[in-house]
């Protein structure tokens, strides 16, 4: 009995009681709010851009420097605007700059990347079109001068446009890296898109327009990647339709999309555990616009002009056995780990002859080689274990394999640019091994501390390189004149630098100084034509320097020698003018101060020069008239009359001959 009244003390029975309790009231309270995290998407991405503003907003105020000049300004497709657009979608990139030069398709396979030429026309429609600085010297001096600053300006406007793109590529690449690389761990990708945008090795793609193509080939082909993982996991056709489109937009920024066939399978094998037959599925609907992209580009490209490959410029290996071609391949795939791990010095251009041919007894030949190797090893087996750094290895392999020169010649031995896209991989790499590194010792502050210290001496020290490599792109003088020390055996680099001086002269107000410029270019131009007897570029510019410090004959000897190797270059009728023109008034001052000989020679002079000007094989036919050289005064009259049918003068002259 008494345990049962406890018990039923313990647990009464239900019913009304005396003493009603309180309901429990919550407190009205606002919601409260996320603390905002480093892990946010939104903070990491403000994070990226006032990091790609920062490291980039430096160049706003550069010029023209290196490519801008033959893909816009010199581009009469994109300096016309919109009515350009159709021509640009149906050419080459530099279709417009060969056709200026009288030359076919340098380029083996021929380059057709449409959309940022097609951005750039759009640009040049809000900014004003305008017309290109005829480079045969028919414009004026003041001409000359309206044009070139309004190009100055407009690209003012094109570079701030660059470091948006920029910006963008970061923030959609955040998404991918969050979304399909490292889902569930944001902190890495951050860490990974971060590595990305700090490094100083995209100051060429960002601080020369022209490289505007990379730029967006990688916003395309990430924003490909994101839509076709929506697609497979939401079924959703939209998003199948975002992914083609990009796809295809990915296509015309640049080539290495075509890379994505391998890629998209490969991604989600890793990333979504697809077997391999469901992975290659996935990239069925994207051979749609892969088709209808090799249409375009097979109607648009024309055929390699005859000659091209036996050109050094257009073929870096020429001159090299076949051992040492690949053997020096290997030799520049080093240099590039380097500046990836150690980005310094850095150069615009690499060309002939600054990295020398080498073989297999280099050391860093073997090296290269024994890296390479491993490193591909390890790609194929990661990849069979689904782990996220066979990823990365592909990602970096896939886009490095199309401009290392191993399978196809890309007209250049080496250029920083083309390790834009490979970085993604790298930095994906370097942010996995952090995780790791932290995973294993995330108990120990100081781990933390360290890699905190570490990254941020990365970023400071990347940002203080970008910041100052930004300022040798001003334009082409800042940036020549400063690579050709880095790379002084570069023929480009020489012969660039040669003409930085020509306009540092035509700057120049003071005699001295225009004198010491002219000085200071000649040593670059010879040494570029002492690596290429047949550079004619060097030889214009030789030449105009020559004219300039008033060694006529020297520059006549680069006049011939352009019109020896490339007769129809378009600067070469300036040169020719000018020297025909110095002559010619000789001529007519000797005749003048009867001295008939000297006449002669004169007017012989200035034909030389221009060889194409019937009023010079007049004056020289009259010359020999005054002296009763009848047969050579015949001989000339005929020339000016088969250079100019129906010349009054000289069809008069042979009339009288034919009295005498």
Known sequence: MANKKKQQKANPAPGPSRVEQAPVVKPVTEKASKPLSINDFWIQATIIALIGFLFYCNTFSNEIAFDDKIVITQNE??????????????????????????????????????????????????????????????????????????????????????VILYILAGIILLWMLRYIVFPGNPLAAFVACLLFMVHPIHTEVVANVKSRDEIMSLIFICLTFIHSFKYQETRQKKYLYFALGFYFLALLSKEYAVMLIGLLPLSFFIFRKYDLQKSVMVILPFLAPLAIYFLLRFSSVSATAAGAEDEIMNNPYLYATGVQAIATKFFVMALYLKLLIFPHPLSADYSYAQIPYTDFSNAIVLVSLGIYAALVAAMAFLIMKRNIIGFALAFYFAFFVLTCNLFLNVGAPMGERFLFHPTVGFAIIIAWGLQQLYDKFHQSKSVLYTITAVLGIVVLASGFKTIERNKDWVSDATLFLHDVNTVPNSIIANCNAGA?????????KDTLEKVKWLQQGLPYLNKAITYHKKY??????????????????????????????????????????????????????????NNPDGAVFYFRKAIEAM??????????????????????????????????????????????????
């Open 77 to 162: 497709y994109v300096q016309s605007g919109f009515a350009g657009i159709p021509k640009i979608l149906t050419g080459e990139a530099y279709e417009s700059f060969s056709k200026q030069q009288k030359i076919g398709n340098p380029l083996t396979g021929g380059r057709y990347r449409p959309l940022s030429i097609v951005t750039f026309a759009i640009e040049q429609q809000i900014l004003g079109t305008a017309e290109l600085i005829n480079a045969s010297g028919k414009d004026d001096a003041a001409t000359i001068k309206t044009k070139q600053d309004k190009l100055i300006s407009d690209m003012h406007f094109r570079h701030f446009d660059n």
């Open 500 to 508: 930085a001086c020509l306009d540092k002269e035509e700057e120049a």
């Open 536 to 593: 004619m570029l060097a030889y214009i510019n030789r030449g105009i320097i020559y004219f300039k410090l008033h060694e006529y004959e020297k520059a006549l000897s680069d006049c011939d020698s352009v019109r020896k190797y490339f007769p129809t270059h378009p600067t070469l009728p300036y040169l020719s003018y000018s020297l025909s023109d110095y002559y010619f008034k000789l001529g007519l001052e000797n005749g003048r101060a």
């Open 611 to 660: 060889p194409t000007d019937a009023d010079l094989w007049y004056n020289l036919g009259y010359a020999y008239f005054s002296q009763k050289q009848y047969d050579e005064a015949r001989k000339a009259f005929i020339n000016a009359l088969r250079v100019k049918p129906g010349h009054p003068q000289a069809r008069n002259m042979l009339e009288q001959l034919k009295h005498l």
